[in-house]
């Protein structure tokens, strides 16, 4: 019986010392021990004075540690859980945005031509981004139709090169391509 008592005292140290680190830790429920049954300063010089209510005191404190911690346990699993979904998640870290313009008359005496413009990025991307483009300035002879493409034949981390093209006698005085980048 005396080696019972003893080692319920024993785990009861270590119980009270994960029941002030407990108390230290800022989390969202604070768990309500009450009082320590027993403390380190009011261990008994002689283990048969212990009784049998400051047994059964120690065991449901022990008890409702151990179910705090397991609850805390699943908390901090469910946590990690939640971490590791979200890392798994790509995201896009940033996006930049410009304007490509093709000079006055650059494509009028070449009514089939094409125009690649290089575009380096302020910074690299640490992936190759997404690229989009579209026109948003187009000023065509008013002689013939209007036949106009633009697209995007080369990207990388550091910049991209945005084409426009004509056909079919297509005569363009001058166009203007906003493009975004995102990765």
């Known amino acids: 019986m005396k080696t019972c008592i003893f080692?319920?005292?024993?785990l009861c140290?270590?119980?009270?010392?994960?029941?002030?680190?407990?108390?230290?830790?800022?989390?969202?429920v604070e768990p309500n021990y009450g009082e320590p049954p027993l403390s380190m300063e009011e261990e008994p010089d002689d283990f048969d004075e212990l009784n049998d209510a400051d047994t059964q005191d120690v065991l449901s404190f022990?008890?409702?540690l151990q179910e705090d911690i397991a609850a805390r346990d699943e908390r901090i699993e469910a946590l990690e859980g939640r971490v590791n979904s979200l890392a798994s998640i790509s995201y896009i870290?940033?996006?930049?945005?410009?304007e490509v313009v093709i000079p006055y008359k650059s494509?009028?005496?070449?009514?089939?031509g094409?125009?690649?413009t290089t575009v380096t990025f302020s910074q690299p991307?640490?992936?190759?981004p997404v690229v989009t483009v579209g026109f948003s300035h187009l000023d065509n002879d008013k002689a013939t139709s209007l036949r106009v493409w633009t697209d995007v034949p080369a990207t990388s981390t550091t910049g991209m090169t945005v084409r426009i093209a004509t056909w079919d006698r297509t005569w363009l005085y001058q166009a203007k391509v906003r493009w975004m980048a995102c990765a």
Do not use: H, K, Y
């Open 107 to 112: 494509l009028f005496n070449n009514p089939n």
């Open 62 to 64: 022990i008890t409702q």
């Open 7 to 10: 080692l319920l005292i024993l």
């Open 125 to 128: 991307f640490r992936s190759t």
């Open 13 to 28: 140290g270590t119980s009270l010392q994960a029941w002030d680190l407990a108390m230290l830790e800022e989390t969202d």
């Open 114 to 116: 094409r125009r690649n």
């Open 93 to 98: 870290q940033r996006c930049e945005s410009g």
